[in-house]
């Protein structure tokens, strides 16, 4: 089981930009599909961007295209989110998924390893 920690979250102004970094620990992370979700308060958790495990398939939420991008670094177990253009909307508890599977996911139930997750706030 990969075991996840995030880190690089913080308080930035709109317009800013913050990088998310997860570390994972485990034999599998090079076989995994990564994503990144987010969770405002009193909304759901959602999608935000999955990257597969060659690091060649991306996929993002409509709301952060062009903004956000996913990496990853198989050889330190690492992947990234670089967050740029930052909005108040962005606000919420971002949080590393992993999915044990070659199969590209968006869906939150699709993953089965989560980290702690991490706070962005963007201020107007």
């Known amino acids: 089981q990969v075991q996840l920690v995030e880190s690089g979250g913080g308080l930035v102004q709109a317009g800013g930009s913050l990088s998310l970094s997860c570390a994972a620990s485990g034999r599998t992370f090079s076989r995994s599909v990564m994503g990144w979700f987010r969770q405002a308060p009193g909304k759901e958790r959602e999608f935000v961007a999955a990257?597969?495990?060659?690091?060649?398939?991306?996929y993002y939420a409509d709301s952060v295209k062009g903004r956000f991008t996913i990496s990853r670094v198989n050889a330190k177990n690492t992947v990234y989110l670089q967050m740029n253009n930052l909005k108040p909307d962005d606000t919420a508890v971002y949080y590393c998924?992993?999915?044990?599977?070659?199969?590209?996911?968006?869906?939150?139930?699709?993953?089965?390893?989560w980290g702690q997750g991490t706070q962005v706030t963007v201020s107007s």
């Open positions: 998924a992993a999915r044990s599977d070659l199969a590209i996911a968006t869906r939150a139930g699709d993953f089965g390893a």
């Open positions: 990257i597969g495990w060659s690091g060649y398939t991306t």
